[in-house]
Each structure stands twice: as C-alpha cells, then as structure tokens.
C-alpha cells in the first residue's frame, strides 16, 4: 500500500488543494488520520503522542497525518472543518526537529509541512511514506517503544510484530536483488552476450499497491522520451524510444531502431526498470577496443530522467535500489580530452565493472545518482574525478 497522496503532492499542497482535498471527506483509518491539535496534558505528553502516530504508520504502510483539522462527516463544512492551528508554520518546525532527533532510525522521505488556511491560522500535514528499514521506535526523553497502525489507531506493536517487520524488511530486500539478479542473467544469456554493454537497474525494494498500467498513452510518450530530446549534452544517449513501444510478458519494451539494436529498454509492471546499452563506440586507433568517454554521464542521467517521469506518472512513491555493471570490459579503455589530442588509458583487462549500489528513499531525488556511478566508472580505469571528455569536442 502507498500514502494517498505522494510527497511531490504534500509539497505542493496549496490553502485550495487542501479544500479540494478535505471534500473528498476520506474517513479516518488505516492511512490518514485528523487532529484539531496536538493532544496530550502537557509538552511532553503531546510531543510522546505526536511520534507515536508518526511512527505507527511507518510501521505500517505510510500514511497521512492531518493537524488543524476536524474528522470529516457528511454535515460538517469543509470550512469548519480546517479549523488551522494558530502559530503552525512556528509548530511544524518545532515538530520537525522533534522527530529528526526522537525516531530511531530516522524515517526516510518524512515531510512536514504547515500551509496557511487562515489569516493567522495554518494546517500542518504530515507525509509518512512506507520505510524499508522499518520498525522505527520513539526515543523521546526516557520514552523509549514501538508503535504500529491498525485500523483507525496506534497501539504499541507486540513482540511478534517487531520480529515480522525486521524479517519482512529483509525478505522484500532479498526478493528485490534475487529480481535483479535474474533479469541481469537473462539480459548477458539473451542480448549482451559478449559484447561490452551496461546494464542499468532501477528496483523497487517494496511491492506496488498496484501493478502499473504500461501500455497507456502518457506511458508510451515516456518511453519515446518527448521530455528528454535536446536535454543532454550528447542526446544520442536520451533513450527515446523511436518506434511505438512493444508489450512483454512483463510489462513493455522500447527500442532504437539503429543497426544492431543500440540499447533496449523495458518497464515491468512491478516497477522494475532496466536499460541495456550496447552502442558502445570503437576505439579512433584501435577498431578491436572500445572506448568511453565523459557522454556516458549522460546515459546515467537519461536512465534516472526516465525513472523520474515513471514514478510521477505513476505516483509512485517508495525506495528504489539503483544498480549498473559494465559487462565485457577487457577491451574498453577511456579517452581523455587534452590539449594537443586525446589520450588512451589502458584497457581495463577485467570482465565486468560493477558500479556502487544506490537506494533511493521515498521522496528523495536521485540526481547524484549519474555523478557518482560517472564517477566511480572512470575511478576504474584509474583516474580521478575530473570527468574524461568525447572525442568530439
């Protein structure tokens, strides 16, 4: 299950989208739940209270925390029911920085946010995404426990599900790299075979409230990559797909119609995204080797665009590993740019580069993905992080 809005939607969040919101008058449960303040006889009771609920639903599923607002009912107004908290923008700061230092572990993707609904009044609304290193504990001043949430409350979780929580936590992470790892064995058996290609990855580590609909039209102009023309230095890496996208078993194909089938991408509908690109150019002296160069960078960052526009598309909104291998390296070597020409390192000898794992948390951005593995790719054939540059320039 997901929040019922993402966070990109909580960031959003404007006095009228609240209103427009507030009229769908989603009754209190498993996900979303109201407050017309925080309760509790004292700071310190409110406080307790406020990372109880906070934590029960990241132990949970995520879900939505509404403060400055009453429980809707079929002859409640929508205008009396956001009431607002006077002082909330002062408040939701305070409460920030209460649970970056009373929740353990921190709760990846947490957003706070207080939008002014009245003059001097404002409604506080708390995104609590689903967490993959879940179970997360209050730690607040000698108070230290475990919350879950069930139904329409939170309750203190019972040993055995603190034990389910820590294994399913492991089992989903095992099931997403045992995914990955065979859908990379199917890609050298099927299509890279012995030539030098990367293989990009991009894992859910938490399963889909719903299979996602691939074959529909915002999808496919995704996938033809409208938003990602002219958007990179060397646009030949911007994986737009030039023929209308293909239906798999799994989910749907798109492809370069070039000689030799340059790269392949494919979206399933768990999620699962994967790039295999195999345009990789020869070497200027030597046509037995291949060489790399600073346009890679790009490649990563058209993989990650296309991430990006699928999880929006989709409002999906949970942790994602990132993995990308280098595979038949022996005869690549990189080109670098300089003054009087271009100079060749030596081929990498090796089989395979395998590039650093990333995770991507709920509602982070995964922009540093690109200059890391760009990066740590070069660092390979021992340079440093100055990026090599194209022949062409």
């Known amino acids: ?111 706070i946010r207080a939008v002014q609904i009245q003059n001097d009044k404002y409604t506080i609304i708390i995104y609590i995404p689903p967490s993959l290193i879940r179970p997360h504990m209050v730690s607040y001043k000698g108070h230290r426990s475990f919350y879950i949430r069930h139904s329409e409350s939170s309750v203190p979780m019972t040993t055995h599900e603190i034990r389910d929580t820590v294994l399913s936590s492991a089992t989903t992470e095992a099931r997403a790299r045992n995914y990955a790892q065979e859908e990379e064995i199917d890609a050298i058996e099927y299509i890279i075979r012995e030539r030098p290609a990367f293989l990009l990855q991009a894992v859910p580590l938490l399963s889909l409230e719903e299979p996602w609909d691939v074959l529909t039209d915002p999808i496919e102009k995704i996938v033809r990559g409208e938003n990602r023309f002219n958007k990179y230095s060397y646009n030949y890496f911007n994986l737009a797909s030039t023929i209308k996208p293909t239906p798999t078993l799994k989910g749907v194909l798109g492809r370069e119609t070039r000689e030799n089938e340059p790269w392949l991408t494919e979206i399933h509908r768990s999620g699962y995204i994967q790039t295999i690109y195999m345009d990789i150019g020869k070497l200027p002296t030597d046509h037995n080797k291949f060489g790399l160069h600073d346009g890679y960078a790009d490649l990563f960052r058209a993989f990650c665009d296309l991430c990006e526009s699928l999880w929006k598309e989709t409002q999906t909104d949970i942790p994602y590993l990132f993995l990308s291998k280098y595979f038949n390296a022996e005869q690549t070597a990189v080109l670098i740019k300089q003054r009087l020409g271009h100079k060749i390192t030596n081929v990498y000898g090796r ?43």
């Open 351 to 393: 089989r395979a580069i395998s590039l650093p794992e990333q995770v991507r948390q709920t509602g982070e951005s995964i922009g540093n993905i690109p200059n890391i593995w760009t990066e740590r790719l070069f660092n390979a054939f021992g340079l440093d992080c100055q990026m090599p540059a194209h022949p062409d320039t």
């Open 1 to 111: 299950m997901a929040p019922i809005l993402s966070s990109d939607e909580v960031r959003n969040l404007d006095k009228e989208s609240i209103i427009e919101f507030l009229s769908l008058k989603m009754p209190e449960g498993s996900q979303i739940d109201y407050k017309e303040n925080l309760s509790g006889d004292s700071k310190y009771e409110a406080y307790k209270e406020f990372l109880k609920d906070i934590i029960a639903f990241a132990n949970a599923h995520g879900g939505l925390l509404l403060m400055g607002v009453k429980e809707p009912s079929d002859d409640l107004p929508i205008q009396t029911q956001a009431l607002g908290i006077a002082y909330g923008d002062r408040i939701a700061k305070d409460l920030e920085r209460l649970a970056s230092t009373s929740i353990d572990p921190r709760i990846p993707g947490l957003l």
